[in-house]
């Protein structure tokens, strides 16, 4: 219980290290996936506290603030990483840690909540490395990712056929739960699961809360629908869970990956949020540049992601079934549907953001054409979503800031962060897509942060 007691923090006032500026990262873990589940789901409003019956089960481990540790998250990457090193100069932890135990990754700063702790992430440790110097020396590092990892490193069941389960034409949530909870879907197996939690949710705000240390309320939520999945699901050789369902999610135009309290969980930005954190980047002869707060940046703009007419050809089984066989066979796309995206589906940018924010017409045609014979509904949502994430990765803003905070709120995706650096011709509110917090010996703490343009990822109407 000693663990327990380094991570139940005073408040930054009576805190010894209120003065201290440096994250530190406290590790929860174990060689089993179900010592968390102990007092069911999280508290509401809260963030993730440690329950005390957990802790006696687990290993606490508190990473030393002068060692190293990384933690990232991306909200088009499922499998969100981390890793640390580990001082163990008594071997305490010669046995623990290995790989496949599950993890807890915390972290705190006495600037943040009050030096509380705030759970990142929840998953696995996959890579473990001993070393030991001539003086006796001893660190651990370990390499991990949240519950993610399960999804993108498993064959989803050879030849598994969700309608054939579930008895009707299956929606994209009974994918999700025959996809994270295979124990329910093959009753005779003894497949222990992965340790995801219900249910399976439809945004990212609650996830988001919780990785800043915030209090949620059902207000924040956008309340996005699971379509229905058209066709079987069947499963080919080879095929891995995470690709099943990123697949699904595209044609739904949707966003997909595991929150920091092991929900799998589809979602779209919240472009509405107000910007949370601010960037100032100026040049060297402009008089505003003492307000400049990173350290470096870059602007990457490309032509490559970017279509201004996407078809997408599916099928149509009504009329593969009912139209004469040879007709069919030399004439296919009457057996076919199409669904399209113009230039005139680009995604409006609000005029308030003007420069480097608004995306450009393209001077002259550039086309694609996608095939997906299991799109039976809808396929111009599919041909949007196309257009609209190849602009979203169109244009990449990245900047490396000091510290893995501003003014007490932590850095953390899926956030919106107002942006002025003439420096780099960009100015207005940017989408949070990706952050990565490190510490090191040689920099300290800090945070590589990478924004895209805003009101591109949004719902598609059908």
């Not at 909200?75 to 623990?96: C, E, N, T, W, Y």
């Not at 135990?101 to 759970?119: D, E, I, Q």
């Not at 939520?221 to 699971?226: D, R, S």
């Not at 050809?313 to 549907?337: C, K, L, N, W, Y």
Request: charged share 20%; aromatic share 8%; hydrophobic share 40%.
């Amino acid at each position: 219980m000693a663990g327990l007691a380094q991570l139940s923090r005073p408040g930054a006032a009576s805190n010894p290290r209120a003065g201290d500026t440096t994250s530190s990262v406290t590790i929860l873990a174990a060689p089993t996936a179900d010592f968390f589940d102990t007092t069911g789901t999280l508290r509401p409003g809260t963030t993730d506290i440690l329950d005390p019956a957990a802790v006696a089960r687990a290993e606490v481990v508190q990473v030393d603030k002068g060692s190293t540790f990384t933690y990232a998250t991306n909200v088009l990457q499922m499998g969100d990483p981390f890793s640390a090193v580990v001082p163990d100069p008594r071997g305490a932890l010669v046995d623990k840690l290995m790989p496949g135990w599950s993890v807890r990754f915390y972290m705190a700063n006495a600037l943040v909540n009050g030096g509380a702790p705030t759970l990142k992430l929840s998953g696995i440790v996959v890579d473990r490395q001993v070393t030991v110097d001539a003086a006796g020396g001893t660190q651990i590092r370990i390499s991990g990712a949240d519950l993610g990892w399960h999804l993108m490193n498993n064959d989803a069941p050879l030849w598994f056929n969700l309608r054939g389960v579930s008895g009707a034409a299956p929606t994209l949530e009974h994918l999700a739960e025959a996809c994270v909870f295979p124990q329910d879907y093959f009753k005779r197996d003894t497949d222990p699961g992965w340790g995801f939690e219900r249910p399976i949710r439809v945004d990212n705000a609650q996830n988001r809360s919780i990785k800043r240390g915030l209090r949620f309320t059902a207000a924040e939520t956008l309340h996005l629908q699971l379509s229905g999945v058209a066709s079987p699901v069947q499963v080919q050789p080879g095929q891995k869970i995470s690709d099943l369902l990123s697949m699904w999610a595209r044609r739904a135009g949707l966003l997909v990956g595991v929150s920091a309290d092991r929900h799998l969980q589809f979602f779209l930005p919240d472009y509405a949020q107000a910007p949370e954190y601010e960037i100032h980047l100026y040049g060297y002869d402009d008089k505003r540049r003492s307000q400049n707060n990173v350290q470096n940046a870059s602007r990457d703009d490309t032509l490559e992601t970017q279509y201004t007419h996407v078809t997408v050809v599916g099928e149509d089984p009504v009329r593969a079934v009912v139209a004469d066989g040879a007709i069919t066979m030399f004439a296919p796309q009457f057996s076919r549907i199409y669904g399209r995206a113009l230039p005139g589906d680009w995604p409006a940018i609000p005029s308030a953001s003007a420069g480097a924010l608004a995306v450009p017409r393209l001077p002259f045609r550039r086309r694609a054409t996608l095939c997906d014979g299991e799109i039976v509904h809808h396929p111009s949502r599919r041909a949007r979503w196309f257009q609209n994430r190849g602009l979203f990765d169109a244009q990449t803003l990245t900047f490396q800031v000091r510290g893995h905070h501003q003014n007490g709120l932590w850095w953390e995706a899926d956030t919106m962060c107002a942006v002025r650096a003439p420096a780099i011709g960009v100015e207005g509110d940017y989408y949070m897509a990706a952050v990565e917090c490190t510490r090191d010996m040689q920099r300290g703490d800090t945070t590589r942060l990478t924004l895209k343009r805003p009101n591109l990822l949004t719902e598609i109407p059908v």
